[in-house]
């Protein structure tokens, strides 16, 4: 059994940062991508960052010089440090494990980020 152990979100001010991890724990193919999604209140879920086993990044747009993804492959945990913090980043973030042909592929429970004066 997989599971996902979110942790570091919370209340932050405009402009402020946060650091959010997530740990993966049980069956875990050596080659993965780790990732975080958000998911606003009447939107869908969309990706915000992913990170190879071997250190592969993407980015959305919206977050690009602002969050930062990263991971330890040693304690299969993954990060993401957000900065300069906005409004329209009030989500809930979730972390994410797949194969990329998408066989494997478990979730995180979900980790509220609310940004706010």
């Known amino acids: 059994q997989v599971q996902l152990v979110e942790s570091g979100g919370g209340l932050v001010q405009p402009g402020g940062s946060l650091r959010l991890s997530c740990a993966a724990s049980g069956s875990i193919p050596s080659i993965n991508v780790m990732g975080w999604y958000r998911q606003a209140p009447g939107k869908q879920r969309e990706v915000v960052a992913d990170?190879?086993?071997?250190?592969?990044?993407t980015y959305a747009d919206s977050v690009k010089g602002r969050f930062t993804i990263s991971r330890d492959n040693a304690k299969n945990t993954v990060y993401l440090q957000i900065n300069s913090l906005k409004p329209e980043d009030k989500a809930v973030y979730y972390c994410n494990i797949r194969t990329l042909n998408g066989w494997y592929n478990y979730w995180g429970q979900g980790n509220q980020v609310t940004v706010s004066s």
């Open positions: 990170v190879s086993t071997h250190g592969s990044t």
